[in-house]
């Protein structure tokens, strides 16, 4: 099976061509940081625009890099959602005239399925697994019994990880997207600030990281008003320290509780040198695997979601051409329907 996905439910236009699920072959990504820079955050309006700017050429890159004739495509995969609903509709109108054009199945998929399926592009994966997906708009830890088989253990209750991140670098006064930036810091410094941990009910895999952000905010105000400065750095390593602290030990007692044979990191704050760090101390202790996708397969780009849609590929579980874009999509009910 050869895969072309596009992804665009954010603002990253790309498209890639993957074979069996597992072989990239082109995996064209077009970032718009640098646009939406300037207003501190996404703009949806202006999303939208670039992606219907960029498609034609990302497509015809990914098709070049490949090597590949369009007829020799098996199938047409697109980000069906969650997202941005406008930049989610660029990415499925594209798909369903490919796929129409050339006769082929079209299949939707679940973005944080791709996410999670990144990992294939890379391991040999081994059920059950618990996912921890930290993105830009999630935080959750899924359990995967069987391939695209997904259920949801826990999630946040407020902000995602990304998300606090980026409002702790925005009030830091650093440039968006500010994760990266945060994790510099904090790599750059001696001692972090103390700051709370939110841990929840005992036996709970939710997360919250509204009063950590709101904390950090208070630190910052308090410093301003006395005229004091706190080194950014010390505030970076505080703030990633209780992030990493609540994200490690829950994916842990997650991972022993449902009997996984692997633990799968996924999404964009997967990148975070911290959270890779204390989870490969964590896991080599307890002897439990830990995969992790490369840092470009991290963030958004459309190799994952081919990799998910082979999934249903495989299952012969395809779309129908008037498939819609969706920008609230339960991950539990994309699973296989074969498998479950
Ligand atoms: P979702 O996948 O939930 O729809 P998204 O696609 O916008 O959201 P991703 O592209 O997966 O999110 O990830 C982007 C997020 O990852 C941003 O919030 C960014 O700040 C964060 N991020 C990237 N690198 C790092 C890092 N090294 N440390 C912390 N956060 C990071
Ligand atoms: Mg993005
Ligand atoms: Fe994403």
């Known amino acids: 099976g050869l895969i072309l996905a596009v ?12 074979e069996n699920g597992m072989i990239v072959r082109s995996n064209v990504v077009s970032s718009q940081v640098e646009t939406h820079k300037r207003y501190g955050g996404v703009v949806p309006e202006i999303a939208s625009r670039q992606h219907v700017e960029s498609i034609t050429l990302i497509l015809e890159q990914a098709v070049e890099e490949a090597g590949v004739r369009l ?6 995969a697109v980000t069906q959602g969650p997202g941005l609903v406008g930049a989610l509709l660029v990415g499925v109108v594209a798909a369903k005239t490919l796929a129409s054009a ?49 259920r949801i253990l826990g999630q946040t209750r407020d902000d995602a990880a990304g998300e606090a991140y980026d409002k702790v670098a925005r ?17 750059e410094a001696g001692e972090g600030i103390v700051l709370p941990r939110a841990w929840l009910e005992a036996d709970s895999f939710d997360f919250s990281f509204s009063g950590l952000k709101s904390a950090v905010l208070a630190v910052l105000n308090q410093a301003s008003m006395k005229g004091e400065t706190i080194e950014p750095q010390r505030i970076a390593k505080g703030f990633q320290e209780s992030v990493v602290e609540v994200l490690v ?15 799968l990191l ?7 040198r911290g959270l890779r760090a204390a ?23 459309a190799a994952m979601i081919a990799a998910a849609a082979y999934l249903k590929w495989e299952r012969g579980e395809l779309s129908s051409l008037d498939l819609k874009a969706e920008p609230v999509l339960s991950l539990e009910a994309w699973s296989v329907q074969s498998g479950a």
Do not use: W
């Not at 009030?171 to 790599?187: E, F, I, S, T």
């Open 171 to 187: 009030a830091m006064g650093l440039p968006y997207p500010g994760g990266p930036h945060v994790d510099k810091l904090a790599g």
């Open 7 to 18: 992804e665009t439910s954010c603002d990253e236009t790309s498209v890639a061509i993957v």
């Open 71 to 76: 007829t020799d495509l098996s199938a047409v």
């Open 266 to 272: 996924a999404g964009g704050v997967a990148a975070n």
């Open 102 to 150: 050339l006769r082929i199945p079209l299949i939707g998929v679940h973005h944080i399925a791709g996410h999670i399926y990144a990992n294939a592009l890379v391991h040999r994966l081994e059920y059950p697994f618990v996912a921890l997906v930290v993105s830009g708009g999630h935080t959750e830890l899924v359990e995967v019994t069987s391939p695209g088989v997904f």
């Open 249 to 263: 030990e829950k994916a842990i007692r997650a991972a022993k509780a449902r009997g996984a044979r692997q633990l």
């Open 279 to 301: 989870l490969e101390e964590r896991c080599g202790r307890e002897r439990l695997p830990l995969l992790a996708p490369p840092l470009s397969l991290c963030t958004d780009n």
